[in-house]
């Protein structure tokens, strides 16, 4: 069991139908038929969704999303038309909304690595592969890939596993040609991201997309980029100064978070069905922190 320890009541705002709340994201339909996305401050770890929030999360991920949308523009469309808020919305919705296209969502999680960490390092020590690509031996937590891989998984409900899968498995839902431009995608994006990022000193180890398909004017339709993008929430940034291969790296997400959960000072079992605690005020804070200097890092603006 997981999922929410205590879900929140969907803000009711006029004009606007409340859809979904999710991990982080609280998602709205307005009277023109476009998306209201709105990021919380909500933190999830191990398939949960915390009972304390990490103040201005939601607002460094809307504003790094949109500094990446910009990097990206001349490689893949987006689907953000505004981040103005909303007549009649909440204060604190400001700086952490998009109005976005309304897209017929793929379903599937475009996970691109460049490094091996998480799953992909579980996979790899049982059988040499991740999602079914063979990679050579010697490989250890933390090694640069060879090459950056494409490695989707598909989607799962609040509190459920996303679930790893092959490159074929995604053809055969979607189709050889919506999977091709996946992946063709998602691996463009990574690089122009990596490279980036490289350049800021942080490493890119490995990120996840969505992408949707938006109708165009001659009745077809177009491979869009949804979602947010290349946050410490989809994403893990290594520091690039202290990369050493052969145990876990120190990263600029929600790494704070996950080792007090499962510490002794938590009093917390992840294996039983209990949901996790409050967290306190130095976790808070040093989570805080880590979503901030990634910001400005990755930015090269201070964080206001």
Wanted: proline residues 8%; contains cysteine.
């Amino acid at each position: 069991m997981s999922g929410f320890v205590e879900k929140p009541e969907p803000v009711q705002v006029p004009g606007l139908t409340h859809l979904h709340t999710g991990k982080v994201r609280d998602l709205y339909r307005n009277e023109a038929g476009d998306l209201v996305m709105v990021a919380s401050d909500r933190m999830s770890a191990y398939d949960w969704v915390l009972p304390t929030e990490i103040p201005d999360k939601g607002r460094v991920l809307t504003r790094l999303s949109m500094w990446w949308f910009d990097q990206l523009a001349d490689l893949v469309p987006n689907h953000v038309l505004s981040t103005e808020v909303p007549a009649g919305a909440p204060d604190d919705w400001e700086g952490r909304t998009m109005i976005c296209t309304s897209l017929r969502m793929v379903p599937v999680e475009c996970v691109a690595r460049g490094y091996l960490a998480g799953s992909g390092l579980v996979e790899y020590n049982a059988s040499r592969t991740v999602c079914g690509i063979g990679l050579p031996e010697g490989l250890v937590d933390g090694s640069e890939l060879p090459g950056a891989i494409f490695t989707p998984a598909t989607k799962a409900a609040v509190g459920d596993h996303d679930e790893n899968v092959s490159y074929e498995e995604v053809a055969r839902q979607v189709g050889t040609e919506t999977a091709v431009a996946l992946r063709r995608t998602t691996l463009d994006v990574y690089g122009r991201a990596r490279d980036i990022a490289r350049e800021r000193g942080i490493i890119l180890a490995d990120t996840k997309f969505e992408f949707g398909y938006a109708p165009t004017a001659d009745g077809g339709e177009e491979l869009i980029i949804a979602d947010e993008v290349l946050t410490p929430d989809s994403s893990r940034f290594w520091p690039a100064a202290s990369w050493e291969p052969g145990h876990a790296q120190p990263s600029y997400d929600k790494q704070f978070v996950r080792d007090w959960l499962t510490s002794p000072a938590s009093g917390w079992d992840r294996k039983s069905e209990q949901p996790p605690p409050p967290l306190p005020q130095e976790i808070v804070d040093a989570t805080r922190a880590k979503y901030i200097e990634a910001y400005e890092l990755l930015t090269g603006t201070p964080w206001q």
